[in-house]
């Protein structure tokens, strides 16, 4: 019945008011819509950045944030515009505000979802109208609020003079007026329904009594102390049905005027979104996403830090960093989680990282790779200090299992995938190797590990090497070692803490076989006749 209001989607305004604010997720100067990376299927599961992306989005579905996720940026001051941002919604007030502003735009979505839903023509365009209602709302507050606070991040400030122009606009303020007046007029309705038999009359309201306050003077003075309520409470259904809406289709007859003004409404205001703002909604959940899943982390103690990134040095540094995704898991088991540092300086390159397995060292070539890759996104990153580089690609290369599909032994495996981080990683890329050629003997995987890190060593690439192969620690300058370290009491624990030294060739085993009683000495004991 009737004409159907346009999708949500397409109810934005073709010419907002001029201004210099564009987008919350990128400066003037930045694409507002860079491609994702195409090789992040490549390391996200390595580093686990694919769980914490899932976490982190996991209540903001309806946003469809992963895209953002999925798109590093590679200009430090697209990063700083984010950092600043992250900054102003870590005061209470304005996250307070922008989450009120998100609230109302989620209703009127809700409202204008209802009213394409609804088979009857007042229906439909009294939902219509209070979504544009919560819309006005939304804005106009928005605006006043941040008017109040101090905001120091670009982006929000740019908002907030946009928005100040927008609110004051024509068009604006008409919309708003016009919301006014027709919800006045729908509010002074007033009418009769008269039921007699199976039918139903609908009539002006004339100053009839209310015959349900008469009732209830006349039976007050059989009142005896407080009674049982037996007056039937109308549900708020979700739709009109049929009677309802042959009812309300009578009272709009004896009010043309009134229901007249509803529906020039409807036909006259079905673009009454401004672009710019509901772009805004969604892009700002980003950092409500990730501060929210953050401040889980940083009630249990930890630390995270606004790192100083920079695309020309690669003296990095990173204090009681830790493994994110790791970190979200003890926290909710209410495990304790250790923290590292790392520092490179001068010529340095590259971690090779050795010591006794089950140690840590894994953990630290993600943490290594998230702190990156993270701060590349504008985010606050685990650590209470950070200094890192803004590089150009991530390559990882971690054990996976044989795929049947490519026929290849597992050391083919890797020498094709090692091939491929050779042949495109360049002086500005982060290369990260876990446990490489551990299918081959050991004499082999030191001389194709040899190889690989010396050309990535000539490379001059940012890194990590997780191995057993300790004398790759001492390869040259640029690689420095790491040592994952134990308990001194008792050698069989591990401490997961990685110290910047010299590798010791000790595995532990020994101390392993001795606890459990597998010694050669204690095995040939029980074996005697």
Known sequence: MGERPA??????????PTGCFDSILYPASHPASPQPADDVAGFFSDLLLDQIVEAVTASWQEYGLTPIFHAPLHNTDAIIYRQEIFRDLEDEHVMRAVKDFSRQMRVMRERLDRAGKRSYVQERQWWFLAAVDAYCDGVGRLYQDLDALALCSRGLRALHGYLGAYVASARFRRVAEEVMTVKSGLAGVRYCVLVKGDTVTVSDYRGEPDYTAQIEVTFEKFRRGEAENYQVVYRDADALNHVEAAILERVARLHPDIFGALSAFHARHRDFCDERAIRFDREVQFYIAYLSH????????????????????????????????????????????????????????????????????????????QLHYLASLGCPVPGSQAHLFLYDRIFTQFER??????????????????RHILDNATPASIVILNEIFSSTTVSDALFLSTKVMTQLCGLGALGVCVTFLTELASLS???VSMVGSVDPDDPTVRTYKLERRPADDLAYALAIARKYRLTYDCVKERIKP
């Open 477 to 479: 300058g640029r690689t």
């Open 7 to 16: 999708p949500a989607s397409v109810l934005t305004t073709p010419e907002p």
């Open 401 to 418: 299992e044989e795929a049947i599909a490519n026929l290849r032994g597992k050391l083919q495996d890797d020498l094709v995938r090692i």
């Open 294 to 369: 953050i401040a889980f982390c940083r009630h249990a103690g930890l630390r995270f830090c606004y790192p100083n990134v920079s695309a020309t040095s690669m003296a990095i540094e990173s204090r009681q960093s830790f493994d994110l995704a790791l970190a979200t898991r003890f926290v909710a088991e209410n495990a304790p989680v250790v923290c590292n540092d790392f520092y490179l300086s001068g010529p340095e390159r590259m971690f090779v990282v050795s010591g006794p397995n089950q140690g840590g060292k894994t953990t630290f070539a993600r943490t290594f790779g």
